[in-house]
């Protein structure tokens, strides 16, 4: 009964370390995603000259409906342009002694948001400036800047934090075989006496290193998705607040994988480390057998 508490202890020790990058990791994915107003997140204005119809802003459209970077385009006519400026001033037509509409057709373009989203942009900023109906694109290059910076702050500190906490998984682990290792002192020296080789005597606890970190990775998933779960309702509240849905992302199909598949390689690796330790501790004493 003891060593199951003290397995699921150790198990439940490697989840929680492996955790805490990973949800920092989902953290700067969930960031990226976020969309509560398009101004902030990405989003340019077009303003095209003058000479610019309908028929040419809508060719334009269809051109940037083409492209990978962008997610949706939408116009507003010189029209809507006037009355929307009239309802947010409060002015009547009556008031405003115009005989033709100075206002011009503005394209509002939303980029693919996620990793990248400041290169994006700036190169959509590029190739619309460049377009010869296009009079001015506007977009707000500093929160941009200072976007991509926190993001690529945030990348290194989860990087970092994942190198610190894969050393601990294999500490824990290295540390657990090590017991296992002690407790079964008399049988490995009996195994080497009667000529069992280093590499047969390590197997059975590498094959339980990979184990701890597979299934610690299995605990740091089941643990990722209780709080997604718990979250993902009170920020389907706050998002309706700002008019907008969405959901927290979770792990995908491949980022699944590669967490289970590091956190046995990192179990094996601390298993490795715990017998070789041993198996030298042997050989020292003139108690190992023969490779």
Known sequence: MSHRAGTLMTLLVIGIAMLLPLGLHLTLVNLERVDLQEEQWGAMSVFMAPAANASAVEGLMQELRGLDTVERVAALSPAESMQEFLQQSGFSESMLPLDDNPLPWVITVVPVGGAGLEARVLALSDILQGRPLVEAVELDREWLQRLGRFIELGEAVVATLALLFALAVVVVVANTIRLDVAARSQEIEVMSLVGARPGFIRQPFLYSGFWYG??????????????LEYLDRPLARLLETYGQEGRLQGLGLRAT???????????????????????????????????
Request: aromatic share 6%; charged share 5%; hydrophobic share 60%.
């Open 257 to 291: 994988l590669a967490l289970l598949l590091a956190g046995g390689l990192l179990g094996l690796l601390g298993a490795w480390f715990a017998v070789q330790q041993y198996l030298r501790m042997m050989a020292q004493s003139g108690t190992l057998g023969r490779r």
């Open 214 to 227: 597979l299934l610690g990775g299995v605990v740091a998933m089941i643990l990722v998705n209780l709080g």
